[in-house]
């Protein structure tokens, strides 16, 4: 299968999930700090359902990128790693102070993958 045969409505959908996810995560980190700051339970409630979304979006970035761009691997893999990121960085929501640390860490880690995700696939002049 050639680049040239990839479903152009998948690399479509590629290039806004993965502007959804950046966007998505800058806002988990406000609902996130809204909470610490004082906002209360609720938006950390509304933090963890949207993360959820937010974690099913990457998950459908993985198949939208391999069928939109079937003869760019490492693109495919790219894609791969942003809902690897996430689930790990899920996880560790709830670990002890130090490594929980890593939540926010691997947060902006997710977001520069899916940023970069979306510049190479627009660079590619394929959105």
């Known amino acids: 299968m050639n680049e040239t045969t990839g479903n152009p409505a998948m690399r479509?959908?590629?290039?806004?999930?993965?502007?959804?996810?950046?966007?998505?995560?800058a806002v988990q980190a406000y609902l996130a700090m809204s909470a610490y700051a004082g906002a209360g339970a609720d938006a950390l409630d509304v933090h963890k359902t949207f993360g959820t979304v937010v974690l099913l979006a990457a998950l459908v970035i993985a198949v939208t990128t391999y069928y939109g761009f079937p003869d760019r691997r490492g693109l495919v893999w790219h894609a791969a790693t942003v809902p690897v990121i996430l689930a790990v960085q899920i996880s560790l929501s709830r670990a002890d102070s130090w490594l929980g640390?890593?939540?926010?860490?691997?947060?902006?880690a997710a977001a520069v993958a899916a940023s970069s995700l979306a510049a190479m696939v627009m660079r590619a002049g394929r959105a």
């Open 12 to 25: 479509r959908a590629t290039t806004w999930l993965a502007l959804f996810i950046t966007l998505g995560i």
């Open 101 to 108: 640390g890593l939540h926010g860490f691997l947060a902006i």
